[in-house]
């Protein structure tokens, strides 16, 4: 940031306006006698202190103010200043039934269990940011704009910027995290540094595609999004190399809306990703808390500055990610899903889970999932029991095992592919018995 001559001399006059023992013996500052307000601020220690209080609140203002640096700032979310969980909510689509106008009020009365699924997202980051600056440095700050620019530099710029650079290494992870635990939906789009015709067609298909019913999300719901919901995001090697315009018309959008849609960043973690599309709501980022604070230090006339930053930093399980790579590892052809992947069972309603488990392959051709075999296991065997029949497993709570409010992690593992060259891929989901289980 730089502090210009006139906002400095209006922070002075403000200083002086506050504080009115000083109207009297403070001459008012104007562009032109800077330095001898400064001097005479830096040669009174009290007011000097005073002063310095004055520009804390300026420090914590800058601080606090909602700009980033970071790339991936703008899929921040609204502040969460109470309490450590944010809970996200799917409701997802309902399936027609047929009209009968005979017996169509047989219903009446009955159970439709709605297609919800949860989310929660727990403050996962506390950490703080020092920075100490010496006394006879702060009296330098007070003769001059530049000396002003200077300090406030030194106690907001090293403490932000350190931030927004951890934040960013940290929103970027979410990426990684989500290519590892196979979370994504990959598109193979080969070596763009070649051609990067490829990736313009397969975004734009699928930036038409996710606008219909679609799953390239980790939970596998079904959901749609709407036109300019979604990012690009690419790094620079992949951004040098491709058009903008290019891309802007594969996006039906102007050249000045895809460029508040598209994100450039140093690079992704592993070098087959090209780029990736991610809807607004993929990135799961919030300030719980965001404080600065300082102390005087008068044995050493030193004053330390510190900023705290508390947040939650996550990746929805429910929205559109899709990863555009130059070709699909051998063992990322597809990807499991579980319908649903959390739920609570053992009550009047569901007394037991049936637990539909399905492969989502890639794009890549001369893969085969349609004789893969599942096969369950739970972590608590004594609670439940576990079959499986073709795709859907069901638990069943023992009634002699199970206890209200058990917790269960299921394990579904899918086997695919040629005998004697089979691929397995497993996928975990967390279910609880309900408290109001009887036994």
Do not use: C
């Not at 002075?12 to 504080?19: P, T």
């Not at 930053?309 to 590892?329: C, D, M, W």
């Not at 975990?428 to 109001?436: D, E, R, V, W």
């Amino acid at each position: 940031m730089t502090i210009s001559k006139d906002a400095y001399v209006q922070m002075l006059n403000a200083f002086r306006q506050e504080n009115p023992n000083y109207l009297n013996t403070m001459p008012e500052a104007t562009v032109d006698n800077i330095l001898n307000v400064g001097n005479f601020i830096a040669s009174h220690p009290v007011v000097l202190n005073d002063f310095f209080n004055v520009l804390n609140k300026v420090v914590e203002t800058y601080v606090n103010s909602p700009k980033f640096d970071n790339p991936l700032g703008s899929f921040k979310r609204a502040s969460s200043g109470y309490g450590d969980t944010i809970e996200e909510i799917f409701v997802g689509l309902t399936d027609a039934r047929l009209y009968d106008d005979v017996q169509d009020g047989s219903d009446l009365y009955s159970t439709e269990t709605p297609n919800i699924a949860a989310a929660y997202h727990r403050k996962n980051r506390e950490e703080k940011y020092k920075v100490t600056v010496k006394q006879h440095e702060q009296m330098k700050a007070v003769l001059s704009a530049e000396g002003m620019d200077n300090i406030v530099n030194k106690m907001i710029g090293s403490l932000t910027q350190s931030n927004n650079r951890d934040e960013y290494k940290l929103t970027k992870a979410l990426i990684t995290s989500a290519y590892v635990s196979r979370d994504l939906h990959l598109v193979e789009v080969g070596d763009v540094d070649v051609s990067p015709s490829e990736l313009i067609t397969q975004a734009r298909m699928y930036y038409n595609k996710t606008r219909f019913e679609h799953r390239y999300n980790a939970y596998g719901v079904r959901t749609m999004d709407e036109p300019g919901k979604l990012n690009m995001i690419m790094d620079i090697e992949t951004e040098a190399r491709t058009d903008v315009n290019v891309l802007a018309n594969a996006f039906n959008m102007s050249k000045s809306d895809f460029l508040g849609k598209r994100k450039v960043i140093d690079s992704f973690h592993d070098g087959n990703i090209v780029a990736g599309l991610f809807s607004d709501d993929f990135f799961v980022i919030a300030d719980n808390l965001i404080q600065s604070t300082s102390r005087f230090d008068e044995s050493s006339l030193k004053t330390n500055y510190w900023l705290h930053v508390h947040q939650t930093i996550s990746r929805s399980p429910f929205a559109t990610g899709i990863l555009f790579v130059k070709e699909i590892p051998e063992d990322y052809e597809a990807r499991m899903v579980l319908d649903p992947i959390n739920s609570t069972f053992g009550h009047e309603l569901r007394p037991s889970l049936d637990v539909t488990a399905e492969l989502i392959g890639f794009d890549k051709p001369g893969v085969d999932l349609s004789t893969a075999t599942f096969t369950a296991n739970v972590d608590n065997t004594s609670a439940v029991t576990v079959s499986v029949t073709g795709n859907k497993i069901t638990l069943t709570p023992k009634d002699t095992g199970a206890k209200p409010g058990d917790v269960i992690t299921l394990a579904v593992t899918a086997t695919y592919g040629e005998v004697g060259t089979e691929k397995e891929i497993t996928k975990l989901g967390k279910y609880q018995i309900s408290k109001s289980y009887k036994g």
